[in-house]
T-cell receptor
Framework: KNEVEQSPQNLTAQEGEFITINCSYS?????LHWLQQHPGGGIVSLFM???GKKKHGRLIATINIQEKHSSLHITASHPRDSAVYIC????????????FGTGTLLAVQP | KAGVTQTPRYLIKTRGQQVTLSCSPI?????VSWYQQTPGQGLQFLFE???????NKGNFPGRFSGRQFSNSRSEMNVSTLELGDSALYLC???????????????FGSGTQLSVL
């Protein structure tokens, strides 16, 4: 069964802290997506990766194919980073049929 | 460039009714996917359309259906609504070059459906 497991479920950090969110998945993914959802529902795609590491501003996403594991890192966290972060795996090649993790609710306190 | 547009934003229906939701993708995007989000089940894949053809379908009953038009706009329909269908319905588009599993997704703001 294709599954995506995400941890932690909830995370509270102080402004400026380094944050890591983890995601584990089953074999055979074609891509791993990291998504951000703010209150009100809107989802923004942060990263889509199938190997290696990607960086955008203070956000870094890595994936280890052998260990079937991906991490999202936030450096110098800020209260505006408070949101739900969701990892999602695409299985089976040419499809946007995503299997989603349960999400991590991040609260960054000033 | 306009983003992904979903209409309506909110919808209230009663059990047994049917509903149609609309999604207009980013101009030039050919793939549209639909997802359901509930507090209990989280995000779940409904279906994906690419060039007017359903490419894949999630594990939902036949009451859930969709289609895509030649301009890539997509609609999803839910017939005989049940209380459990209350959810946020999100669509996402991607450029659709054929390997859509490796393409960045752009999400709409969603339609919040309440079934009473």
């Amino acid at each position: 069964k294709n599954e995506v497991e995400q941890s932690p479920q909830n995370l509270t950090a102080q402004e400026g802290e380094f944050i890591t969110i983890n995601c584990s998945y089953s074999v055979g993914i074609s891509a791993l997506h990291w998504l951000q959802q703010h209150p009100g529902g809107g989802i923004v795609s942060l990263f889509m990766l199938s190997s290696g590491k990607k960086k955008h501003g203070r956000l870094i996403a890595t994936i280890n194919i052998q260990e079937k594991h991906s991490s999202l890192h936030i450096t110098a966290s800020h209260p505006r980073d408070s949101a739900v972060y969701i990892c999602a795996a695409s299985y089976g090649g040419a499809t946007n049929k995503l299997i989603f993790g349960t999400g991590t609710l991040l609260a960054v306190q000033p | 460039k306009a983003g992904v547009t979903q209409t309506p934003r909110y919808l209230i229906k009663t059990r047994g009714q049917q509903v149609t939701l609309s999604c207009s993708p980013i101009s030039g995007h050919r793939s549209v996917s639909w997802y359901q989000q509930t507090p209990g089940q989280g995000l779940q894949f409904l279906f994906e359309y690419f060039s007017e053809t359903q490419r894949n379908k999630g594990n939902f009953p036949g009451r859930f259906s969709g289609r895509q038009f030649s301009n890539s706009r997509s609609e999803m329909n839910v017939s005989t609504l049940e209380l459990g269908d209350s959810a946020l319905y999100l669509c996402a588009s991607s450029i659709g070059t054929g390997q859509t599993g490796n393409e960045k997704l752009f999400f709409g703001s969603g339609t919040q459906l309440s079934v009473l």
